[in-house]
């Protein structure tokens, strides 16, 4: 059958897992760009003590000045910490990305070589890293800015205008449903999110 590979993605609150697991029981093979973000980052990676030296060396004193708390952790890296760091600075997460990302993309690609048929990589911030030439086409999870919002604050406790804050930073909803290939809405109810997946499921199966 050989391998078809799509990017999926939206923004936070948009339903983006809710979809990747609806195209996996419908039969594709799902790489989470979050999951493979969290293993290299703990101490099972193989490449963990590289990975833990080149961070410590660009981002230990940053981390811990900025925000009070040590990049390391008895547990692994310290998350948390980084993301507090990388929120209000440009360079440090230009520093983050190009340290994780090369490592990450190993891991996709190993996944790539395992799978067969369809395979849909879910990625947060794939037009902002630019990586959409890496697929077929680019299906993305859009819902109104304010639906996203409200979803976001209600999952993750935080306010609206926190999340609207971590909106602002990334491309807008509006502007990633220009950029795709494929627009999957999610304003209403479930089933009519499962009828639009399937819709794309079956055209991207035809070759369209």
């Not at 490449?47 to 981390?63: F, I, M, Q, S």
């Not at 692994?76 to 190009?98: M, P, W, Y």
Request: glycine share 6%; proline share 3%; hydrophobic share 40%.
């Amino acid at each position: 059958m050989g391998k078809r590979i799509f990017g999926l993605t939206g923004v936070i609150g948009s339903g983006k897992s809710t979809v990747a697991a609806m195209f996996a029981e419908m039969g594709a093979k799902i790489v989470d760009a979050d999951v493979l973000s969290r293993h290299v980052t703990s101490p099972d990676y193989e490449n963990y003590p590289a990975l833990v030296d080149r961070l410590e060396t660009a981002l230990g004193e940053k981390t811990l000045k900025a925000t009070g708390m040590p990049l390391l952790t008895p547990e692994g890296i310290n998350r948390k910490a980084l993301a507090n760091l990388v929120f209000n600075d440009t360079k440090s997460l230009g520093q983050l990305n190009e340290i994780l990302h090369p490592e990450i993309h190993r891991l996709f690609l190993r996944e790539v070589e395992k799978a067969d048929g369809i395979i849909i990589y879910d990625v947060p911030l794939l037009f902002e890293n630019n990586m959409h030439s890496m697929f077929e086409a680019v299906i993305v999870v859009y819902a109104h800015p304010e639906i996203c919002a409200q979803r976001a604050a209600l999952r993750s406790h935080q306010s609206v205008s926190e999340i609207k804050k971590r909106m602002d930073r990334q491309i807008s909803i509006e502007k990633k449903k220009e950029m795709a290939d494929y627009v999957i809405e999610n304003n209403s109810d479930i089933s009519v999110l499962r009828s639009q997946v399937r819709a794309v499921w079956e055209e991207i199966n035809n070759g369209n």
